[in-house]
């Protein structure tokens, strides 16, 4: 049998507690465990902290964070560990002692601000941890702000970041990246190696707000993949693109500035399988039930269903079956497995309802008659309709638009969201009736409760 503990990377966070759950161990801790890593803590110090800045300060006894220390590495061991608030010269002087002593390999988030503006490190500090934690970090990572505290260096562009970042190397850190976030333009981060060709690493900007934390992510990430392993280049790699992905689906929560989520590439991942299990579920309804083919419009169906709300950004986020649903002899049979982004028709049906209820997340298109959509109602079904004869100029001149302001104009009038939009269609567009609903196997329950009413229509003996 093999030990479920022998190879567990570990890392240990030295920092400061946040309240509002944002940065600090509480980010820490999460980043460790998306990645793979148990988490171990020193606990520097405890803030009363929101989105909107750091209320109060609460220095744990250095003594005590050393013994922390000292409790994790002497029987549990750590692989990397990583510093962020560390506060006061005293508590300083400890976790360097401790590093030395344990030999630590230190990722170092130099924090001094927080992201509200709130001093982490106190004035007095920063010559100390110049002089004592610099020299031991495997890994540097400051921010603009930060680079010109410890180099005296305005950074303001590229050139001037790798300068900062060499003028640490000469301080004694071993690797510098200076994290280029709030430069003007594109946000370039810049490694700087000793020996080595300073190596930039590209990114976009994100229309998010929610950044609290982003620091702490980035250097806790890099932390989790030297633990497991990576060489330096690959960790801040992979960690760049993990701290951008904890902004993208990052909570806009609070009257400041939001947190990031590191457990959102987990949560989406979790997110997929369950919609791709719940298609699948919905496909055995429907390739098992007799009286649905007769539905089937021209164009054929096809089933889709997107993601929660909080992680939907666009149609890739919407599952539906690539080819689309068939009548063959009398039996709807899908053309492929489910797949993310393969339906822009249906996609665009569920993303325009989801503006107006988050909680209906699936739609299925059917034929349409008027035989069909009295069934629907007989069914106990709501129904709207748009009219796409009264498209404006602006909206059918323009690709891709006529649904979303269709569905918008259907679900208006109604007052919510229906569980039948329809249409009649217009020169070149066929009629189609939409079911819509919260997961698939509710949208092909309704399907079935229609198709049982048109069944019991056609078996019901004339007078």
């Known amino acids: 049998m093999f030990s479920h503990g022998s190879r567990i990377p570990k890392a240990l966070t030295i920092a400061g507690s946040d309240s509002g759950g944002g940065a600090g161990i509480e980010a820490d801790l999460k980043t460790f465990s998306a990645l793979g ?15 909107m800045g750091v209320a109060a300060t609460h220095p744990i006894p250095p003594e005590m964070v050393s013994s922390q220390i000292e ?16 506060y006061s010269s005293r508590i300083i002087e400890e976790v360097a002692k401790s590093a030395e002593k344990n030999k630590l390999r230190l990722v170092v988030d130099p924090v001094m601000v927080s992201k509200a503006g709130s001093p982490l490190l106190q004035p007095d500090a920063v010559e100390t941890f110049k002089s004592l934690i610099i020299p031991l970090a495997e890994v540097l990572t400051p921010n ?25 190397l000469e301080m004694g850190a071993q690797n510098v990246v200076v994290k280029g976030g709030h430069l003007e333009g594109d946000p370039i981060d810049v490694l700087c190696q000793k020996g080595k ?37 690959k960790s801040v790699s992979l960690s760049k693109a993990f701290v951008e992905a904890a902004i993208l689906y990052g909570y806009d929560i609070g009257k400041g500035v939001g947190p990031v989520n ?16 719940r298609m699948n579920d919905a496909i055995y309804l429907l390739e098992r039930t007799d009286s649905l083919h007769s539905m089937s419009p021209e164009c054929q169906i096809n089933l889709g ?45 569920i993303l325009s309802a989801m503006a107006f209820d988050e909680s209906v997340r699936s739609c299925m298109n059917i034929k349409f008659s008027n035989e069909i959509l009295e069934a629907c109602r007989e069914a106990g079904l709501t129904t709207s309709s748009y009219d796409r004869r009264l498209e404006p100029p602006n909206v059918k001149s323009k690709e891709g638009e006529s649904i979303p302001w269709g569905v918008r104009e259907a679900i208006l009038s109604f007052g919510k969201v229906p569980d039948i939009i329809y249409h009649e269609g217009d020169i070149g567009k066929e009629p189609m009736i939409n079911i819509l609903g919260k997961d698939a196997v509710e949208v092909v329950a309704k399907a079935i409760r229609i198709g049982l009413v048109l069944d019991s229509k056609a078996n019901k003996p004339t007078q």
Do not use: W
Request: proline share 5%.
């Open 305 to 349: 269903m997107a993601l929660p709300a909080h992680f939907v950004r666009d149609i890739d986020d919407v599952c539906a079956i690539p080819g689309r649903i068939f009548n063959v002899a009398g039996k709807l049979k899908v053309a492929a497995c489910p797949a993310f982004g393969a339906s822009k028709h249906v996609a665009k049906v």
């Open 71 to 86: 409790a994790v590495v002497s029987d549990i061991g750590v692989d990397v560990a990583k510093t962020g608030m560390l």
């Open 37 to 51: 890593v148990h988490g171990l803590v020193a606990l520097t110090a405890v803030t009363a902290q929101n989105t």
């Open 144 to 168: 603009l702000d930060e680079a010109f505290a410890i180099t005296g260096i305005k950074v303001n562009d590229l050139e001037s970041s790798i300068a900062a970042g060499n003028r640490m």
């Open 197 to 233: 060709p300073p190596k930039k690493y590209g990114g976009k900007r994100l229309p998010c707000k929610a950044t609290h934390g982003t620091g702490c992510t980035f250097s806790a990430a890099i932390a989790a993949h030297l633990a497991k392993g990576y060489p330096i280049e």
């Open 262 to 277: 590191p457990l959102g590439t987990l949560q989406i991942d979790a997110a997929r399988l369950s919609v791709i299990e």
